[in-house]
Nanobody, 117 residues
Framework: QVQLVESGGGLVQPGGSLRLSCVAS?????????????MGWYRQAPGKQRERIAH???????IYADSVKGRFSISRDNTKKTVYLQMNALKPEDTAVYYC??????WGQGTLVTVSE
């Protein structure tokens, strides 16, 4: 069984920061196999489609959506089977449920980020 558990969401004021974490567990991640998975963060705002905002390959290469480039940073700790999303300079339009993904089809349950005064 595969589990991806996100944490770190919450309410933050515009301009603030949050760090999301996603811990992976399950048979497919046994041993050192987590390190070969491409991991991603997606988000879905109310009434909108889910969009990919960042991903990191097993080798550490990263890609960001234009909407978050320069503000968000994805990283991973393979020893902890964890992927992180550091979010800075948050804007109200960043409000969404954020999901962790292990490519291609494994998803977490999501964590809500609300950016508001």
């Amino acid at each position: 069984q595969v589990q991806l558990v996100e944490s770190g969401g919450g309410l933050v004021q515009p301009g603030g920061s949050l760090r999301l974490s996603c811990v992976a567990s399950g048979s497919i991640f046994s041993g050192n196999t987590f390190s070969i998975y491409t991991m991603g963060w997606y988000r879905q705002a109310p009434g909108k489609q889910r969009e990919r905002i960042a991903h990191i390959t097993g080798g550490g290469s990263t890609i960001y959506a234009d909407s978050v480039k320069g503000r968000f940073s994805i990283s991973r700790d393979n020893t902890k089977k964890t992927v992180y999303l550091q979010m800075n300079a948050l804007k109200p339009e960043d409000t969404a449920v954020y999901y962790c993904n292990a490519y291609p089809g494994h998803w977490g349950q999501g964590t809500l980020v609300t950016v508001s005064e």
